[in-house]
């Protein structure tokens, strides 16, 4: 079997050779349609488990009183990034995050009610329509986050509408929540959960304002797709803070937000009702980087007035003059953090917190987690490291920031 380091350095070489020279949109599309095959055979997705070694996925150890400094490194294990090891506490006694729960090293922890073998998921934006849940899980993602899904099916905006910029290992997107649309979409998680280890895996569904539709009538929207999707979904997040869809951002407003969130959570409990199901579909609501402090602080309170189950944070920010879309990558890391620390400061221990923004590295992982995530997701790390990635990073003990221009090594810039 091939090492994890040569996994690497022959997606590096793949990457350089190959999935460069195609444009971004179809690399996604190439690369999508192949875990979405892998995934639907029970022989590939053991392959995928065992050459990527998740079986060894974990929780990284945090050190005393939730600091941002990672644990040690176990003198046993192997020095190597992109081999496992096992992170040992930095201190002794109990240790805790800033929301006051004991952080236990390596054992699993819950989402919802779920087990997760580790912190990692997959953001939204990777599987749109939910075609390669089973394959994303085989790769080692602890959990997946499907959409950002809409009421009516659309084909987004015109295309180019993604762009590499290589030289800092991030994405820019216009994509404009091209989908399948709520319907479909429900078909195909409903064809998941009936199959063999489908009902195992942990999904999030991420619905969005169709395009179509007015602001005014967003409500409408979020309250059918929530209808349609809840049943089958683990969480689901209500998504008002994408740069692509016109007017979608203003939406953040509280006195916008309100409506939509009452709407989505009656959609969500209407499903459970419907197919007979007890308890309710915990929701989300996701925001952007570019909301002011004050904005972030109006939006959590909303979310405790309305006995939501917690916030996403972040999503792509538009604070850039490369031209149209959201940047997603490193340079949201720094923003990402602090939108999560002053969540979880607003929130207490109450309700998740989900971190996203620049996650490329176990260092990454246990900042996030440190500040005061519950769990992270991630996407452009993945297109940039590739398949091995998901799970190498679960099993990395975080060590420390990573040198300047280190996260760019084996990537020729464009």
Same mark, same amino acid.
């Given at each position: ?27 996604h ?13 029970g022989?590939?997705?053991? %392959?995928?488990? =065992? ?11 945090? !050190? &005393? /009183? #939730? +600091? *941002? $400094?990672?644990?040690? %490194?176990?003198? =046993?294990?192997?020095?190597d ?7 040992? !506490? &930095? /201190? #002794? +006694? *109990? $240790?805790t ?6 952080l236990?090293g ?10 997760l073998? #580790?912190p ?21 993602f ?7 899904v809409?009421?009516?099916?659309q ?6 509408r ?5 030289d ?5 997107n ?90 989505a ?43 939501l189950d ?5 999503n ?12 997603s ?8 953090l ?8 607003q ?7 989900m ?7 176990a ?37 420390g ?14």
């Open positions: 079997m091939l090492g994890q380091v040569t996994w690497g350095t022959v997606y590096r070489a793949l990457f350089n050779l190959f999935f460069r020279r195609l444009s971004p949109e179809r690399a599309g190439l690369a999508l349609a192949l875990i979405a095959a892998m995934g639907e055979f022989p590939g997705r053991a %392959l995928a488990r =065992a050459c990527f070694r998740v079986g060894r996925v974990g929780w990284p150890t945090l !050190p &005393a /009183g #939730g +600091g *941002e $400094r990672p644990g040690r %490194l176990d003198p =046993a294990a192997s020095s990034d992109d081999r496992a090891g096992q992170a040992v !506490p &930095a /201190g #002794g +006694g *109990e $240790r995050d800033p929301a006051g729960r004991q236990t390596r054992a699993g922890r819950q989402l919802f009610g779920r087990d073998p #580790g990692l998921g997959l953001a939204a934006g990777f599987d749109k329509d939910a075609k390669a849940v089973k394959g994303l899980a085989a790769l080692g602890s959990f997946v986050e499907v959409g950002t809409t009421r009516f099916p084909p987004g905006n015109p295309r180019p993604l762009w590499r910029l290589i800092q290992r991030a994405l820019r216009a994509m404009g929540f091209n989908n399948a649309g709520s319907t479909a979409v429900a078909r195909t998680l409903r064809r998941l959960r009936a199959s063999a280890g489908g009902g195992d895996l942990v999904v999030g569904v991420n619905i969005g304002k169709s395009k179509v539709t007015d602001p005014s009538e967003a409500a409408g929207d979020y309250f059918v797709s929530a209808r349609r999707l809840a049943k089958y979904a683990d969480y689901l997040v209500v998504n008002v803070s994408s740069p692509n869809t016109p007017g979608l951002r203003d939406l953040q407003a509280v006195a916008a937000l309100r409506p939509i969130l009452q709407a959570r009656a959609g969500a409990d209407q499903s459970l009702a419907r197919a007979g199901r007890p308890g309710r579909t915990p929701l989300l609501v996701k925001i952007a980087p570019d909301l002011s402090d004050a904005d972030v602080d109006a939006v959590a309170a909303l979310v405790e007035e309305l006995d917690g916030i996403v944070a972040v792509t920010t538009v604070a850039h003059d490369l031209g149209a879309g959201g940047l990558g490193p340079p949201l890391r720094q923003r990402g602090e939108v999560v620390r002053r969540l979880r400061g929130l207490g221990a109450g309700r998740t917190v971190g996203v923004g620049g996650i490329a590295s260092a990454d992982i246990a900042d996030y987690l440190a500040a005061g995530a519950d769990a992270v997701q991630a996407y452009t790390a993945f297109i940039y490291q590739g398949p091995a990635w998901p799970a190498r990073v679960q099993r990395a003990p975080a060590r920031r990573a040198a300047p221009g280190a996260l760019r090594k084996g990537i020729r810039p464009s």
